[in-house]
């Protein structure tokens, strides 16, 4: 069982970034909701904090650093969605591309990119990895990449690819002889086609778009080799510590809401059953954070050694964030009544944006 306390760096961190969470993103979320976009300042704000630089991890410290820097990144996520969820996403969007060249790319790749992403226009890195089928899996891809002498055809059709119409570089993920790959694309080459945003239920703050490659041409350079495990792990425990931070939110809005509301001559949180709600939501969210805490952990430390363990907790991290952020945002919109329904509160706008959290993994990686 893993032990774990906050070291002062990273009490820091979370400082920081609840500031900037709670006086920028909260209050300018429910506009982006409305909008359709994130204000560009408020994101480079957000990105100015060093969140999408890359060294979040120390890959070459010793056990007791890497221990503790393992974390960064997933209490950094798990603070920015308690702020608002797709704020957090369009934040860390350019991790996306970055995180998997920092595990997986050659030097020459990580040289070409990884120095230009740290602070920089938040639209011109992405990704490409979900496809729309009822069956998806990232380890069995319909897109497809075919050898052809020194390079790659790309085919196959992509959904929920962040800024997709503004990206100037895209990861895009595809079967090579039944085996997942990346490939670094320029958004330009020819034969991407991005289609119509997509509209969804939450998230609407966070631009979504399809794309389609037909035979796409990608130099054999531009190639990603490896096991991905690192990345769905830790693309699995980013979305654990995103559900994590939406959750708490959720459940701080009700109890202050149940503390505050007087009904029938009583507080709402004297009612028996809000208490018992309460008491399930807090103990939940505790119990999932450590799961999401011991998934980070081993993600940066153990998968690359071999535990096969670590893929298994960052999965059980983010099937349980799933159904905690669904669960713990629809009772905040049942504890507040009718007043939940109503766009004056926000539960009602993080109830559809929690719905995300079990859908849409391949949308976040720190």
């Known amino acids: 069982m893993y032990s774990f306390q906050p070291s002062p760096e990273q009490h820091r961190l979370i400082e920081t970034v609840r500031r900037f969470a709670a006086q920028e993103l909260r209050p300018a ?8 976009e994130w204000p560009s300042a408020v994101i480079q704000r957000g990105m100015q904090l060093g969140l ?14 890497r221990e503790q820097t393992a974390l960064n990144g997933t209490l950094a996520a798990e603070v920015l969605a308690y702020g608002d969820l797709a704020g957090a996403l369009a934040i860390l969007m350019p991790n996306l591309f970055a995180v998997p060249v920092a595990i997986l790319g050659s030097d020459v790749q990580k040289a070409e990119f990884l120095a230009d992403i740290s602070i920089g226009d ?20 319909k897109t497809t990449a075919i050898r052809d002498g020194d390079h790659y055809l790309l085919t196959g059709v992509k959904a929920y690819v962040p800024a997709a119409d503004k990206a100037r570089t895209m990861l895009v ?20 086609v991005v289609g119509a945003r997509q509209k969804l239920l939450g998230l609407n703050g966070f631009p ?7 035979d796409v041409r990608v130099d054999k350079s531009k190639r990603l080799d490896g096991d991905f ?11 654990a510590a995103m559900g994590v931070g939406l959750a708490q939110a959720a459940f701080d809005y009700a109890r202050d809401y149940a503390k505050e509301r007087e009904v029938f001559g009583s507080k709402v949180a004297q009612k028996q059953s809000i208490a018992f709600m309460l008491a399930e939501m807090a103990t939940e969210i505790e119990a999932i954070r450590l ?40 009772r905040a919109v049942q504890i507040l009544g009718g007043h939940g329904y109503v766009r004056e509160h926000p539960v009602e706008m993080w109830m559809r944006n929690g719905r995300a959290i079990a859908s849409l993994t391949g949308l976040a990686v720190v």
């Open 52 to 65: 999408t630089q890359v060294g979040l991890t120390d890959a070459d410290g010793d056990g007791d650093s």
């Open 291 to 330: 799961v999401t805490w011991q998934a980070a952990w081993q993600a940066a430390w153990q998968l690359d050694e071999g535990d096969i363990g670590a893929g298994h907790t960052a999965y059980l991290a983010h099937m349980g964030a799933g159904e905690l952020a669904m669960r713990g945002t629809d």
């Open 208 to 214: 979504l778009f399809g794309v389609e490659l037909k």
């Open 29 to 36: 979320a429910r506009a982006a909701d409305e909008s359709g």
């Open 122 to 141: 938040e639209a011109e890195y992405t990704a490409a990895l979900i496809e729309l089928d009822w069956d998806f899996d990232a380890c069995a891809l």
């Open 173 to 192: 993920y595809a079967a090579l002889e039944g085996e997942t790959q990346a490939f670094i694309v320029e958004a330009e080459a020819e034969g991407v």
């Open 229 to 239: 495990g690192l990345v769905w792990a830790r693309m699995q425990t980013t979305w």
